[in-house]
């Protein structure tokens, strides 16, 4: 398996870090990152649906069971070897802690409080939070001056979507916009444990493993916090369930894994940028939400940072300045 320097399981969305070599993606995987981005963007519409008639708990051990119950699926029809060392297990457990059960909780528990356009934009901070991390962890994983920059970026991008209003305030909107900072330092950290941990894991195996192991402690979680679920929800709710488990968590894994094999981790980077405006867009037709300019501005310094960090629009840039300077 190709190493790769990576937060390799999001998601809500596994987020690259943009060391890793480019490669030219082909109109095929240009459409499989768009199709991509359209699933994550959706999970935080269908998370603002299911929370109408279910708890934050229960709707995270709706996910991640669901989707191990797939993934396994897929492991045994494809005749992959399951690892039965105990240490590889302790390495899934702790994966499903940083990279499913407390992100998931955490995105949740925001979304009771917060329109999911706002979650998905704060969401996107994941990006800044893992290469933020990774130079911290890993000597390979240099801050340069380029990447400096484009974290700043992101951290007034995010400073500047919650607004100083609502951190002066200090109200049950502000503790859920926290929460979805904190669940995106957690896919930080995932990113860094699979990289220390699971870069000799099939990408496959290691999702099931943390799913099986996210549920494990979901499940119970949910049960203490919020008893037995009824079962007898709305088709809508049924259906953004599914979608949650199936589509958003592992289609979407499967989908990434593609990708990443034939366009270059280095691209799955232009994901983060598409989420948030999926996700805008979608809450505000379906739901009828509306953000405040700050958000949008937020937003706007933010992708700003992404682009700097991503670092292939400044260097064709400077490329064509070059270009066009006479000789």
Known sequence: MTRLRTNTMDMTHPVPTPTTAQITASPRAWA??????????????????????????TVVAFRVSGAALVLWAYVLLRGLRVPMDLRMWGAFAVMGLLNNALPFTLITFGQ??????????????????????????????????RKLIGVSLGFCGAATAIGVKAIHAFDITSVAQLALIGAAIC??????????????????????????????????????????????????????????????????????????????????????????????????LVLGESLAPNAYAGFALLAAGLVIIDGRIPRRLRAWRHKAVPK
């Open 32 to 57: 499989e990152l768009m199709l991509l981005a359209l699933i994550w963007g959706g999970s935080f519409l269908c998370n603002a649906v299911v929370l109408r008639e279910v708890g934050f708990a």
């Open 112 to 145: 009771q409080h917060i329109p999911s356009g706002l979650s998905a934009i704060l969401n996107s901070t994941t990006a800044v939070f893992g290469i933020l991390i990774a130079a911290m962890v890993f000597a390979d994983e240099r801050l340069t001056a």
């Open 187 to 284: 896919y930080g950290l995932s990113g860094a444990w699979a990289r220390a941990r699971l870069t000799n894991v099939s990408p496959q195996i290691a999702t099931a493993g943390m799913l099986t192991c996210s549920s494990a402690m979901m499940i119970p979680y949910a049960l203490w916090t919020e008893d037995l679920p009824s079962l007898t929800y709305s088709a809508a709710t049924w259906g953004a369930i599914a979608y949650l488990a199936v589509l958003a968590t592992a289609g979407a894994y499967l989908l990434y894994y593609r990708i990443a094999a034939s366009a270059g981790v280095g691209n799955l980077l232009l994901v983060t940028l598409l989420v948030a405006p999926v996700a805008i867009a979608l809450g505000a």
